[in-house]
């Protein structure tokens, strides 16, 4: 893929995140010092091919970002941008199954790994998951321990407690 890399940055109730975009859709929203520390615009602009960059916006940037302002704010989002996967196909696989994950629900990894026809590999999944670079689009965060508790979140625990706490508040808004 030839094109330019949109890089911004979006505050958030959960940190400063980095995005990043081509015109096709949208492939990163992740922690800055994540990004930064796994140097993670630098492997996507590698798995795209793209070369270009560019500090600022473009529509799927501008898209990304209300979708943001609309999910801190509690209110629905009826279109999500574009989303680019780059990832493997497992974690392309596991990573569409995070998406069906409904808004203030939860699941554990085991849940994911049947989800994805592949009970045993657990951690597999959970490595998946962990790699995931399109945080509160790919919801990540709704993935818990078997035994109910707050397990890995790149982001922190913390914000993982946030980014749920915030859908469970909203869920019956929402319906």
């Known amino acids: 893929m030839e094109g330019i890399l949109y890089i911004s940055e979006y505050q958030s109730p959960i940190g400063v ?4 975009a081509t015109d096709e859709g949208l492939v990163l929203c992740a922690g800055k010092e994540v990004v930064e520390k796994r140097g993670f615009v630098e492997k ?3 798995e795209l091919g793209v070369a270009d960059f560019y500090k ?3 529509s799927v940037m501008r898209a990304a970002k209300q979708w943001l302002d609309n999910y ?12 680019l996967y780059c990832g493997s196909p497992f974690q392309n696989k596991v990573w569409f199954k ?20 592949n009970p045993k590999a657990i951690r597999a999944t959970a490595n998946a998951i962990g790699a995931n670079r399109l945080w509160i689009f790919i919801p990540c965060h ?3 321990g078997a035994n109910g508790r707050l397990t890995g979140y790149a982001g ?5 407690k946030f980014l749920l ?4 508040k909203n869920r019956l808004k929402l319906k």
């Open 56 to 58: 600022g916006d473009n």
């Open 17 to 20: 995140l980095t995005l990043a």
């Open 72 to 83: 801190f704010a509690g209110i629905g989002n009826e279109k999500e941008p574009p989303l």
């Open 142 to 144: 709704r993935v818990i």
């Open 98 to 117: 995070l998406t069906e994950i409904p808004y203030g629900a939860t699941v554990s990894y085991s849940e994911i790994a049947k989800a994805t026809d």
């Open 165 to 168: 706490d915030l859908e469970a």
């Open 156 to 160: 922190g625990l913390k914000a993982k």
């Open 44 to 46: 996507v602009s590698t």
